[in-house]
């Protein structure tokens, strides 16, 4: 069955560094665009970045654009997010997503369980 | 900067029939948008329902449907059972950036 796990959420102070992983399995991990999304405590979800199945085609949110970035490893099936020159209002639940993106289907599908941010000095 | 707007809360008796609709600030949605819909429990990760207007997951239960309507994205729940309560978020395909819906709190009483 498909999973998708995250790690490398913490506590890191405002200007600080955090890369987090996500890792893939029961899917063929290099087929497939993967997405990052986050949700700040008692608020509704943000999408944050998606990355196509090479790596080749990149997007970023604006609020992000600049201090982070998405890459993949298609060898290791998983997903990373550098997250530079952190500010408070990063703080928030990260979930990665199985993505799909064609001229006919666009879906988030598979979602992992999430990994908590907290930037605060 | 895009916004996309849901109704921020809906309540429905149980068996009744629910639609949360999803308006963008940038016009009529249309099936270019792509639009898919999220159900979220408190304390879980969001769940996927639908994509590409109308299509279902194969988990998706058979109550819930998408559609378009009067411009807007369309979630119709028939038939709400008590486990359907919960928040609710369309999102939309911007062709290379995605936006997610505000929200809506849907209350079964």
Same mark, same amino acid.
């Given at each position: 069955?498909? +999973?998708?796990?995250? !790690?490398?959420?913490?506590?890191?102070?405002?200007?600080?560094?955090?890369?987090?992983?996500?890792?893939? *399995?029961? &899917?063929? &991990?290099?087929?497939?665009? =993967?997405?990052?999304?986050?949700?700040? /405590?008692?608020?509704?979800?943000?999408?944050? *970045?998606?990355?196509?199945?090479?790596?080749? @085609?990149?997007?970023?949110?604006?609020?992000?654009? %600049?201090?982070?970035?998405?890459?993949?490893? $298609?060898?290791?099936n998983s997903l990373y997010l550098q997250m530079n020159s952190l500010r408070a209002e990063d703080t928030a639940v990260y979930?990665?997503?199985?993505?799909?993106? @064609? =001229?006919?289907?666009?879906?988030?599908?598979?979602?992992?369980?999430?990994?908590?941010?907290?930037v605060s000095s | 900067q895009t916004v996309v707007t849901q109704e921020p809360s809906l309540t429905v008796s149980p068996g009744?029939?629910?639609?949360?609709?999803?308006?963008? !600030?940038?016009?009529?949605?249309? !099936?270019?948008?792509?639009? $898919?819909? &999220? +159900?979220?429990?408190?304390?879980? #990760?969001?769940? #996927?329902?639908?994509? *590409? @207007?109308? $299509?279902?997951?194969?988990?998706? /239960?058979?109550?819930? *449907?998408?559609?378009?309507?009067?411009?807007? #994205?369309?979630? @119709?729940?028939?038939?709400? +059972?008590?486990?359907?309560? #919960?928040?609710?978020?369309?999102?939309?395909?911007? %062709?290379?950036?995605?936006?997610?819906?505000?929200?809506?709190?849907?209350?079964?009483?």
């Open positions: 069955q498909v +999973q998708l796990v995250e !790690s490398g959420g913490g506590l890191v102070k405002p200007g600080g560094s955090l890369r987090l992983s996500c890792a893939a *399995s029961g &899917f063929t &991990f290099s087929d497939y665009y =993967m997405s990052w999304i986050r949700q700040a /405590p008692g608020k509704g979800l943000e999408w944050v *970045s998606y990355i196509s199945s090479s790596g080749s @085609t990149i997007y970023y949110a604006d609020s992000v654009k %600049g201090r982070f970035t998405i890459s993949r490893d $298609n060898a290791k979930y990665c997503a199985r993505t799909e993106i @064609t =001229m006919i289907v666009v879906a988030l599908d598979y979602w992992g369980q999430g990994t908590l941010v907290t | 009744g029939t629910v639609t949360l609709t999803c308006a963008s !600030s940038t016009g009529a949605v249309t !099936s270019g948008y792509y639009p $898919n819909w &999220f +159900q979220q429990k408190p304390g879980q #990760a969001p769940r #996927a329902l639908i994509y *590409s @207007t109308s $299509n279902k997951h194969s988990w998706t /239960p058979a109550r819930f *449907s998408g559609s378009l309507l009067g411009g807007k #994205a369309a979630l @119709t729940l028939s038939g709400v +059972q008590p486990e359907d309560e #919960a928040e609710y978020y369309c999102l939309l395909y911007y %062709g290379g950036a995605y936006v997610f819906g505000t929200g809506t709190k849907v209350t079964v009483l």
